[in-house]
């Protein structure tokens, strides 16, 4: 009879503790039937730990993306690159185009073939990235048919980007 009268306060204390603690947004219950004595079903509990503060990170976007990756190497230009991927590809990481002579552009910036860079690569957003941030520098920027768009219309692509 104790170990009867014990289980029960056991099963009642965590419940009550249970409730508490859901009460104050600590923990997710998710309830279920349990016989544990053969005698009367008891209510228990699983007990999953919540933090509603703390939301699950997010991917980032491609254009926050973009940005970061502009932000870690030092690019004073994240919105041309923005404006870039949005003439090219926008903004889609899988954009494929082949061109009249038959070479093929893949990736957000839309990179060709006759580089000989991967498609794997081409199609990467961070080394996509990366790649034409070092061509710029290099003040390469006209391989892109879409340079001279979006210097000439800058507003057409950025509201293109903020649709995307």
Not at 34 to 45: E, F, R
Not at 79 to 95: F, Q, W
């Amino acid at each position: 009879m104790k170990t009867y009268l014990f289980k029960i306060v056991l099963y009642a204390s965590f419940i009550f503790v249970c409730a508490f603690l859901l009460d104050a947004g600590i923990i997710k219950v998710y309830e279920f039937i349990l016989d544990p004595v053969g005698v009367d079903t008891i209510p228990v509990s699983i007990v999953v730990p919540h933090n509603p503060k703390v939301e699950e990170e997010k991917p980032l976007s491609v254009k926050e993306q973009i940005i970061a990756i502009a932000e870690t190497e030092g690019f004073r230009w994240p919105d041309y690159l923005i404006r870039l991927a949005a003439c090219e590809s926008r903004l889609d990481p899988n954009a494929v185009n082949i061109n009249s002579n038959g070479s093929k552009d893949c990736g957000i910036f839309q990179i060709n073939d006759v580089h000989g860079i991967s498609e794997d690569l081409r199609f990467d957003v961070e080394w996509a990235t990366k790649w034409t941030i070092n061509k710029i520098n290099e003040g390469s920027q006209g391989i892109w048919v879409c340079d001279s768009k979006v210097r000439s219309n800058p507003q057409k692509y950025e509201q293109i980007a903020r649709g995307l």
